[in-house]
């Protein structure tokens, strides 16, 4: 699978926004965007216009990244967003936040979207009781999602716990600390997601 391996922080460089893409680094004064809040390159200083293909194509990279999705598996959430009732946009977000690696990530139970996928794809998450290795899972309303028994010793895990405070955690989840265990009690909504994106560019990008 096509996978960038290399620094990640370039991206909020880029993009010109924090996306929490290193967990508790993005926190601290070690945050490269803090310390180098300029586009990595060569030429970092000039200025560059962009068309509106490409303010439309850097917005779709951008939750593309926040979410750690391919190209492919993102058109598809695309097209499922657009087949639903409601606003394409909203809906689009919606099935990203609705996904088990991003829950785990939201409820505080990894120190980011990238270690919690990692981790639902290593078996140490159940949902209703049943172990799910699926990071693209769709959690629904009354979904309850809690670590393995045997997996509550894990330094990611309990080190995400510890500072899980620093993250407000949306109103459609509840965190259980003491059972290392989560429940989703209602559907996620715009107003849950606080991260900067323009989800009408990626709907103008995809229908142009």
Known sequence: ???????????????????????????????????RG??????PHIRR???????????KQKVK???GVLEK???????????????????????????LDNVVYRLGLA???????????????????RTVDIPSYQVRTGD???VREKSRKLHPITEALETVDRRSIPGWLELDKDQFAGQ????????????SIDEDLIVAFYTR
């Not at 120190?111 to 009781?129: D, M, P, T, Y």
């Not at 989703?184 to 991260?195: F, G, N, Q």
């Open 65 to 67: 990244r926040i979410y």
């Open 111 to 129: 120190g980011s979207r990238a270690e919690a996928r990692q981790l639902v794809r290593h078996r140490h998450f159940q949902v209703n009781g």
């Open 73 to 99: 598996q993102f058109r598809i959430y695309f097209q499922t967003a657009f087949r639903k009732k409601g606003i394409t946009g909203e809906n689009l977000l919606c099935l990203l936040e609705s996904r």
């Open 144 to 146: 309850r999602i809690q």
């Open 184 to 195: 989703a009690t209602a559907s996620p909504s715009r107003e849950d997601i606080s991260m």
């Open 49 to 59: 216009k962009f068309s509106d293909y490409g303010t439309q194509l850097r917005e």
């Open 38 to 43: 300029y586009p990595p390159g060569q030429h």
């Open 1 to 35: 699978m096509a996978r960038y391996t290399e620094a990640v922080c370039r991206y909020c460089r880029r993009d010109n926004t924090k996306l929490f893409l290193k967990g508790e680094r993005c926190y601290t004064d070690k945050c490269a965007f803090e310390r």
